[in-house]
């Protein structure tokens, strides 16, 4: 179904043009994110061996807070989004 509203962002974030620098770079941009604060304090509930369903997105960004040596399975109904590249601007898709 088409959207019939603009989606906003909690943090915009995009590659730069090729040949450009500058200014945040799109990690930068996340990590003041509110979903990057919970993943964070989510990260800290989590012991080895936990399996672990936090809704579609977060689970990807708890695993980079995870203590060392702490492995757990993730599970999504949805598939897992947030892998891969950042996009440019002309493929930015709330």
Do not use: C, H
């Not at 304090?41 to 980079?64: H, K, M, S």
């Amino acid at each position: 179904m088409q959207a019939t509203e603009s989606k906003g962002f909690d943090i915009r974030a995009v590659s730069p043009p090729p040949g450009t620098s500058g200014g945040p770079s799109p990690e930068e941009l996340l990590e003041k994110s509110t979903r990057r604060r919970i993943a964070k304090r989510a990260a800290q509930e989590l012991d080895d061996g936990f399996y672990v369903n936090l809704g579609v997105g977060i689970p990807t960004l708890v695993t980079e807070y995870l203590r060392p040596g702490v492995k757990i399975w993730l599970q999504s109904e949805n598939g897992i989004l947030g892998m891969g590249p950042f996009p440019t601007e002309n493929q930015v898709d709330p």
